[in-house]
């Protein structure tokens, strides 16, 4: 499926249009590929803005982007994948996320679904059903539906099966990554002080990145640079450049055997291709337990967001992520305290064990995407749902507590389900980790 930079070329050259271009898309997004993935749909208003004469000169050239219903548009009700928030009072502007990208020549198509309140990696929405993963289901295998990843579900699915070329999300523990990984896409969480917040329902302050999915590299880096209003800093040096690290406790723990191949095969291949990679021990993962004992950031405040609405509301929620949030009532403020004081002095042990790589690289998830009927809504289905959801967010939610940057781009090859590689470092090395990936999906889609 040609990327947002082979989209724009196409219409330079005039083989296409903006407007050829929105009524693929909105075709996409009425196929049964895309069923459960919009919450609200603009098709009229996006028909209409496509084929404005300006944006054929911006950088989105008046194509389509999808919106996780987490961000504020003006003049509609930010319900978070909740029926909770379903009559609360409109936006009165766009966030400053949507804004950047509308100023850059993106068309709004949709709202897309989510996990309520964007609290699990999985992906499932019990109130308006859980979109299908797009792309889990290669030629030759059994036809059946599996999980998007979460908590941008529908962003993702959006970008994969053809309705937008951009997909707006938001990443706390792995939401960009985790299902970027499991739709064969790509997504790139940025150092989260890059990206304003405002506007965005929060799950976690500390820990809420505002970030995107895209179809390549390239434009991961071309959306960062519209939503962080900054220039990346474009590097062609080759691979043979940088010093890449594996760590090989906790990210390599479990792997399924479809990771696992995909895994050995990718190293095999940037090792052949002069790539210096060194497998290390780092043994400060081994503090996490320990530091997020008490439960961690996300639960602590995203009970102190929905106190209030928990006590008149609770039966509204999601169980599971009621559940999640409830947990948090638990951590006292000196635990919260101690937690931030633990995880700055993390930090700075980890940027030192780490301070001889440019970058890491690890899968994105140790598993591919399970079927959604092991994970749906019910109680007999909550342990599995629960191990999963741990699975999911084990790898990407070290990046969020490192205040780090992350990108999960495809590795696995034609007729494997999805498996996605994460090239990771510390906060504000986002351009290495963009240039590195950028030399690696090369190398990878010759």
């Given amino acids: ?35 459960h993935v919009f919450l609200k749909t603009m098709f009229d208003e996006a028909r209409l803005g496509a084929g404005a004469p300006r944006l054929q000169y911006t950088p989105l050239a008046g194509l389509a982007v999808s919106v996780k219903d987490l961000f504020n548009i003006a003049g509609q009700t930010t ?46 929405n019990p109130h308006f059903g859980t979109p299908a993963n797009a792309a889990a289901n290669p030629p030759g295998m059994a036809n059946v539906p599996r999980i998007p990843g979460g908590s941008s579900s529908g962003a993702a699915v959006s970008v994969a099966a053809g309705a937008a070329l951009v997909g707006l999300g938001s990443d706390t523990g792995g939401s960009i990554r985790i299902p970027a990984a499991l739709n064969g896409i ?10 304003p917040t405002d506007g965005a329902l929060p799950l976690s302050t500390t820990m809420d990145t505002v970030c995107a999915l895209t179809r390549s590299v390239r434009d991961a880096i071309l959306v960062h640079e519209i939503l962080a209003a900054r220039v990346v800093t474009k590097s062609a040096a080759p691979l043979a450049s940088y010093r890449l690290a594996v760590v090989k406790n906790l990210f390599l723990d479990g792997l399924d055997a479809t990771v696992a191949a995909a895994w050995q095969r990718t190293l095999a291949r940037l090792r052949a291709a002069g790539a210096h990679i060194e497998e290390i021990d780092l043994r400060e993962l081994d503090e996490l337990p320990t530091i997020q004992a008490t439960g961690g950031f996300s639960p602590a ?15 509204q929620y999601d169980p599971r992520v009621l559940a999640r949030i409830q947990g948090g009532s638990k951590m006292s403020a000196r635990e919260y305290i101690e937690l931030t004081n633990a995880r700055r002095s993390w930090i700075a042990r980890m940027e030192a064990a780490l301070q001889r790589f440019d970058a890491v690289l690890s899968p994105t998830v140790p598993i591919v995407a399970p079927p959604i009927a092991d994970v749906a809504p019910g109680t007999e289905r909550d342990a599995a749902f629960f191990k999963v959801n741990g699975q999911l967010l084990r790898n990407t939610s070290v990046v969020n507590m490192l205040d780090g940057c992350a990108i999960s781009l495809p590795c696995h090859t034609a007729g494997e389900l999805p498996v996605g590689l994460m090239v990771w470092a510390g906060a504000l090395h986002d351009d290495t980790v963009l240039n590195i990936a950028a030399q690696i999906e090369g190398l990878l889609y010759k």
């Fill in 1 to 35: 499926m040609p990327d947002l930079h082979a989209t724009r070329a196409a219409m330079r050259v005039g083989h296409t249009s903006a407007s050829a271009q929105m009524d693929a898309s909105i075709a996409a997004a009425q196929s049964p590929a895309c069923r």
């Fill in 301 to 315: 405040e995203a009970f102190a967001w929905h106190h209030a609405m928990m006590q008149n509301h609770a039966a």
């Fill in 186 to 195: 790509v997504g790139f969480k940025s150092t989260a002080r890059l990206v």
């Fill in 79 to 124: 319900a978070a994948g909740s029926t909770v928030l379903a009559n609360a009072p409109a936006a009165l502007q766009d966030c400053p996320a949507v804004a950047r990208l509308k100023a850059a020549g993106g068309v709004v198509v949709g709202r897309t679904n989510m996990v309520e309140f964007a609290f699990s990696g999985v992906g499932v």
